[in-house]
């Protein structure tokens, strides 16, 4: 049972156009989510994050938005650039306990969607 | 360069063979992590090392065996596996505070060594 959903393998957009990632989740205890990207060969990388304080957070050419009670969010990349060609991954954030008290963060991925930016 | 790394890239073992990854960080991380993605599958959370100690994962078989001696260094340690075990195995670490409420939550991935079991 997948408790974070990203339903579109692939997303092709042109060049200088906006591309929309999309991603829906299940666990509503779930407080705080992430988008990482992912080159060929290479490890995912971090690109930007979103409390569930807030809806809406952006960095340049990317912002995510956050709607709660849909329980979806979304990435934004305006003006799409041929570099931006990877494979995007939704995140969202559950803390792990260890017996001691400490915590550490295991997040729960979306499968991806691979977006390609066509010249 | 996410200082993370891993090694080796790419392995190829049989199934009778012991294996072992290795993962290493030098961010000062506290906590360390062990991801499997398969095709078309989403990352599986494996493992998770905080302050050293071991968060427990059942879902995982005991033919994968994690050891971290120290906050910077982290291993996986194979034997038996099977050939639906081939996949991308990724390292990650993170910065988290103590009591269970994370102050930061982006974990920074190594690139993954490449594992296919015949």
């Known amino acids: 049972d997948q408790q974070v959903k990203q339903n579109s393998p692939s997303l092709s957009v042109q060049e200088g156009r906006i591309s929309i990632l999309n991603c829906d989740y299940t666990?509503?205890?779930?407080?705080?989510f992430l988008w990482y990207k992912k080159y060929p060969a290479e490890g995912p990388t971090f690109l930007i994050s979103?409390?569930?304080?807030?809806d809406k957070n952006e960095d340049g050419r990317f912002t995510v938005f956050l709607n709660k009670s849909a329980k979806h969010l979304s990435l934004h990349i305006v003006p799409s650039q041929p570099g931006d060609s990877a494979v995007y991954f939704c995140?969202?954030?559950?803390?792990?306990?260890?017996?001691?008290?400490?915590?550490?963060?295991?997040?729960?991925f979306g499968k991806g969607t691979h977006l390609i930016i066509q010249p | 360069e996410t200082g993370v790394t891993q090694t080796p890239r790419h392995l190829v073992m049989g199934m009778t063979n012991k294996k072992s990854l290795k993962c290493e960080q030098h961010?000062?991380?506290?906590?360390m992590y062990w991801y499997k993605q398969s095709a078309k599958k989403p990352l599986e959370l494996m493992f998770v090392?905080?302050?050293?100690?071991?968060?427990e994962n059942n879902s995982v078989p005991s033919r994968f065996s994690p050891e971290c001696p120290n906050s910077s260094h982290l291993f996986l340690h194979l034997h038996t596996l099977q050939p639906e075990d081939s996949a991308l195995y990724l390292c990650?670490?993170?910065?988290?505070?103590?009591?269970?409420?994370?102050?930061?939550?982006?974990?920074?991935f190594g690139s993954g060594t490449q594992l296919s079991v015949l």
């Open positions: 990650a670490s993170s910065q988290e505070a103590s009591g269970g409420l994370a102050t930061n939550e982006k974990l920074f």
């Open positions: 666990n509503s205890m779930f407080d705080y």
């Open positions: 979103i409390s569930s304080i807030k």
């Open positions: 995140a969202a954030s559950g803390v792990i306990h260890s017996d001691s008290g400490g915590g550490a963060d295991g997040l729960t």
């Open positions: 961010l000062g991380h506290n906590a």
């Open positions: 090392y905080s302050l050293e100690e071991r968060v």
